[in-house]
Protein backbone atom coordinates (compact mmCIF):
# COMPACT_ATOMS: atom_id res chain seq x y z
CA UNK A 1 0.00 0.00 0.00
CA UNK A 2 1.40 3.69 -0.76
CA UNK A 3 2.81 5.51 2.00
CA UNK A 4 0.77 8.73 3.26
CA UNK A 5 2.57 11.97 4.54
CA UNK A 6 0.22 14.86 6.37
CA UNK A 7 1.21 17.73 8.46
CA UNK A 8 1.58 16.54 11.78
CA UNK A 9 -1.20 19.30 13.34
CA UNK A 10 -3.58 21.85 12.10
CA UNK A 11 -5.90 24.66 13.83
CA UNK A 12 -8.65 25.41 12.74
CA UNK A 13 -11.55 28.44 14.08
CA UNK A 14 -15.23 26.79 14.84
CA UNK A 15 -17.92 27.07 12.50
CA UNK A 16 -14.92 27.43 9.66
CA UNK A 17 -13.94 25.12 7.24
CA UNK A 18 -11.53 22.78 7.95
CA UNK A 19 -9.14 21.04 4.99
CA UNK A 20 -7.05 18.60 6.13
CA UNK A 21 -4.59 17.64 3.39
CA UNK A 22 -2.69 14.24 2.09
CA UNK A 23 0.18 13.34 -0.23
CA UNK A 24 -0.01 9.74 -1.66
CA UNK A 25 2.71 10.44 -4.89
CA UNK A 26 3.02 7.07 -4.96
CA UNK A 27 -0.71 5.37 -4.96
CA UNK A 28 -1.26 3.10 -7.58
CA UNK A 29 -4.76 2.98 -9.76
CA UNK A 30 -6.24 -0.01 -7.86
CA UNK A 31 -6.19 2.04 -3.78
CA UNK A 32 -8.56 3.98 -2.19
CA UNK A 33 -7.98 6.80 -0.03
CA UNK A 34 -9.58 6.33 3.03
CA UNK A 35 -10.04 8.80 5.99
CA UNK A 36 -10.82 7.52 9.59
CA UNK A 37 -10.22 10.32 12.75
CA UNK A 38 -9.61 9.04 16.36
CA UNK A 39 -11.01 11.27 19.23
CA UNK A 40 -9.31 11.13 22.20
CA UNK A 41 -8.94 7.38 23.00
CA UNK A 42 -11.97 6.69 21.44
CA UNK A 43 -12.34 3.64 18.59
CA UNK A 44 -10.89 5.30 15.26
CA UNK A 45 -13.91 6.53 13.11
CA UNK A 46 -14.69 6.01 9.53
CA UNK A 47 -15.16 9.09 7.50
CA UNK A 48 -15.28 8.62 3.75
CA UNK A 49 -13.18 7.16 0.98
CA UNK A 50 -12.69 7.42 -2.78
CA UNK A 51 -10.59 5.77 -5.76
CA UNK A 52 -10.77 9.11 -8.13
CA UNK A 53 -13.72 10.79 -8.04
CA UNK A 54 -15.00 13.82 -5.58
CA UNK A 55 -17.36 12.35 -2.88
CA UNK A 56 -19.10 13.60 -0.26
CA UNK A 57 -21.19 12.46 2.42
CA UNK A 58 -22.72 13.76 5.58
CA UNK A 59 -19.54 13.92 7.57
CA UNK A 60 -17.03 15.13 4.97
CA UNK A 61 -16.15 15.74 1.41
CA UNK A 62 -13.26 14.32 -0.15
CA UNK A 63 -11.46 16.32 -2.93
CA UNK A 64 -8.70 13.93 -5.32
CA UNK A 65 -6.64 15.53 -7.45
CA UNK A 66 -6.94 14.37 -11.48
CA UNK A 67 -3.64 12.96 -10.97
CA UNK A 68 -4.59 10.70 -7.52
CA UNK A 69 -1.26 12.20 -6.12
CA UNK A 70 -2.96 13.78 -3.21
CA UNK A 71 -6.55 14.79 -1.54
CA UNK A 72 -8.12 17.21 1.14
CA UNK A 73 -10.51 16.30 3.73
CA UNK A 74 -13.00 19.29 3.97
CA UNK A 75 -15.21 19.56 6.92
CA UNK A 76 -17.22 22.20 5.67
CA UNK A 77 -18.41 23.57 8.76
CA UNK A 78 -15.75 22.34 12.04
CA UNK A 79 -16.86 22.15 15.83
CA UNK A 80 -15.80 21.34 19.03
CA UNK A 81 -16.22 18.41 18.31
CA UNK A 82 -14.11 17.83 15.24
CA UNK A 83 -10.88 17.93 17.44
CA UNK A 84 -9.15 14.93 16.32
CA UNK A 85 -6.27 12.81 14.97
CA UNK A 86 -7.02 12.50 11.46
CA UNK A 87 -5.79 9.41 9.17
CA UNK A 88 -5.40 9.43 5.80
CA UNK A 89 -4.79 5.50 4.69
CA UNK A 90 -4.25 4.16 1.10
CA UNK A 91 -5.54 1.31 0.92
CA UNK A 92 -5.25 -1.79 -1.86
CA UNK A 93 -8.57 -4.23 -2.49
CA UNK A 94 -6.73 -6.48 -4.56
CA UNK A 95 -6.78 -9.05 -1.88
CA UNK A 96 -9.74 -7.73 -0.46
CA UNK A 97 -10.49 -7.17 3.60
CA UNK A 98 -6.95 -5.45 4.08
CA UNK A 99 -6.02 -4.54 7.39
CA UNK A 100 -5.32 -0.68 7.90
CA UNK A 101 -1.76 0.59 8.43
CA UNK A 102 -1.77 3.86 10.32
CA UNK A 103 0.39 6.90 10.04
CA UNK A 104 0.98 9.39 12.89
CA UNK A 105 -1.92 11.47 11.01
CA UNK A 106 -3.09 15.19 11.32
CA UNK A 107 -3.65 16.03 14.92
CA UNK A 108 -6.93 18.83 13.93
CA UNK A 109 -7.44 21.39 17.30
CA UNK A 110 -10.77 23.34 16.56
CA UNK A 111 -10.68 26.56 18.47
CA UNK A 112 -13.97 28.52 19.85
CA UNK B 1 -22.50 4.06 17.63
CA UNK B 2 -20.23 1.35 15.02
CA UNK B 3 -22.29 -1.76 16.18
CA UNK B 4 -19.04 -3.22 17.03
CA UNK B 5 -18.72 -4.62 20.69
CA UNK B 6 -15.64 -5.03 23.03
CA UNK B 7 -15.87 -6.14 26.61
CA UNK B 8 -14.60 -5.41 28.90
CA UNK B 9 -13.63 -1.62 28.82
CA UNK B 10 -11.12 -1.62 31.10
CA UNK B 11 -8.41 -3.97 32.74
CA UNK B 12 -5.79 -3.75 35.37
CA UNK B 13 -3.37 -6.79 36.14
CA UNK B 14 -0.25 -7.87 37.19
CA UNK B 15 3.06 -8.92 35.15
CA UNK B 16 2.71 -12.71 34.41
CA UNK B 17 -0.93 -12.87 34.12
CA UNK B 18 -2.95 -13.67 31.48
CA UNK B 19 -6.34 -11.86 30.41
CA UNK B 20 -8.74 -12.14 27.45
CA UNK B 21 -10.15 -9.66 25.32
CA UNK B 22 -14.06 -10.23 23.76
CA UNK B 23 -14.78 -8.25 20.23
CA UNK B 24 -18.60 -8.99 19.10
CA UNK B 25 -18.35 -7.48 15.16
CA UNK B 26 -21.33 -5.79 13.47
CA UNK B 27 -23.96 -7.76 12.22
CA UNK B 28 -23.32 -9.43 9.29
CA UNK B 29 -19.62 -8.82 9.29
CA UNK B 30 -17.09 -12.22 8.66
CA UNK B 31 -14.22 -10.17 9.23
CA UNK B 32 -12.14 -9.36 12.42
CA UNK B 33 -9.34 -7.33 13.08
CA UNK B 34 -7.28 -6.39 16.01
CA UNK B 35 -4.97 -3.75 16.45
CA UNK B 36 -2.75 -2.04 19.36
CA UNK B 37 -2.75 1.68 20.30
CA UNK B 38 0.32 2.33 22.79
CA UNK B 39 1.63 5.69 23.36
CA UNK B 40 4.85 5.17 21.63
CA UNK B 41 3.98 2.79 18.84
CA UNK B 42 0.73 4.23 17.38
CA UNK B 43 -2.31 2.09 16.11
CA UNK B 44 -0.52 -1.17 14.70
CA UNK B 45 -2.45 -4.25 13.17
CA UNK B 46 -2.25 -7.67 15.21
CA UNK B 47 -3.90 -10.28 13.58
CA UNK B 48 -7.53 -10.88 11.54
CA UNK B 49 -9.58 -13.19 11.17
CA UNK B 50 -11.94 -13.91 8.35
CA UNK B 51 -15.42 -16.61 9.06
CA UNK B 52 -13.61 -18.21 11.77
CA UNK B 53 -10.05 -18.55 9.55
CA UNK B 54 -6.48 -16.46 10.46
CA UNK B 55 -6.22 -14.02 7.39
CA UNK B 56 -3.43 -12.15 8.28
CA UNK B 57 -1.10 -11.59 10.66
CA UNK B 58 0.43 -8.27 11.64
CA UNK B 59 2.70 -7.28 14.91
CA UNK B 60 1.54 -9.93 16.72
CA UNK B 61 3.80 -11.23 20.02
CA UNK B 62 3.84 -14.93 20.18
CA UNK B 63 2.43 -14.60 24.10
CA UNK B 64 -1.11 -13.32 21.96
CA UNK B 65 -3.06 -15.10 20.10
CA UNK B 66 -6.62 -15.07 18.82
CA UNK B 67 -9.69 -16.57 17.55
CA UNK B 68 -13.09 -16.64 16.13
CA UNK B 69 -15.43 -18.26 16.95
CA UNK B 70 -18.57 -20.06 15.11
CA UNK B 71 -20.81 -16.96 16.10
CA UNK B 72 -18.22 -14.93 14.31
CA UNK B 73 -17.28 -13.35 17.84
CA UNK B 74 -13.50 -12.95 18.91
CA UNK B 75 -11.11 -13.13 21.60
CA UNK B 76 -7.54 -12.07 21.81
CA UNK B 77 -5.42 -14.17 24.51
CA UNK B 78 -2.84 -11.98 26.00
CA UNK B 79 -0.43 -14.04 28.00
CA UNK B 80 2.81 -13.37 30.60
CA UNK B 81 1.97 -10.16 30.18
CA UNK B 82 4.86 -7.35 30.24
CA UNK B 83 4.55 -3.54 31.54
CA UNK B 84 4.60 -2.88 27.83
CA UNK B 85 1.81 -4.49 26.77
CA UNK B 86 -0.22 -1.64 28.42
CA UNK B 87 -1.98 -0.17 25.89
CA UNK B 88 -5.37 0.20 24.36
CA UNK B 89 -6.51 -2.45 22.52
CA UNK B 90 -9.09 -2.06 19.24
CA UNK B 91 -10.97 -4.59 17.66
CA UNK B 92 -12.63 -3.83 14.08
CA UNK B 93 -15.35 -5.22 11.54
CA UNK B 94 -16.03 -5.70 7.74
CA UNK B 95 -18.30 -7.33 6.27
CA UNK B 96 -15.42 -9.08 4.50
CA UNK B 97 -16.06 -9.01 0.42
CA UNK B 98 -12.89 -9.33 -1.52
CA UNK B 99 -11.93 -7.45 -3.93
CA UNK B 100 -14.91 -4.28 -3.35
CA UNK B 101 -14.46 -1.70 -1.14
CA UNK B 102 -14.30 -2.78 2.64
CA UNK B 103 -14.82 -0.53 5.27
CA UNK B 104 -13.67 -1.16 8.97
CA UNK B 105 -15.95 0.31 11.71
CA UNK B 106 -14.20 -0.17 15.43
CA UNK B 107 -15.25 -0.70 18.64
CA UNK B 108 -14.89 1.27 21.49
CA UNK B 109 -11.41 -0.26 23.02
CA UNK B 110 -10.60 -2.29 25.75
CA UNK B 111 -7.91 -0.12 28.21
CA UNK B 112 -5.21 -2.70 29.51
CA UNK B 113 -3.28 -1.54 32.67
CA UNK B 114 -0.13 -4.13 33.69
CA UNK B 115 0.88 -3.22 37.20
Known amino acids: DAKTTQPPSMDCAEGRAANLPCNHSTISGNEYVYWYRQIHSQGPQYIIHGLKNNETNEMASLIITEDRKSSTLILPHATLRDTAVYYC?????????????FGKGTRLSVIA | DSGVTQTPKHLITATGQRVTLRCSPRSGDLSVYWYQQSLDQGLQFLIQ???????AKGNILERFSAQQFPDLHSELNLSSLELGDSALYFC??????????????FGPGTRLTVL
Open chain 2, 92 to 105: ASSVGRSGLTDTQY
Open chain 2, 49 to 55: YYNGEER
Open chain 1, 89 to 101: IALSLNSGNTPLV
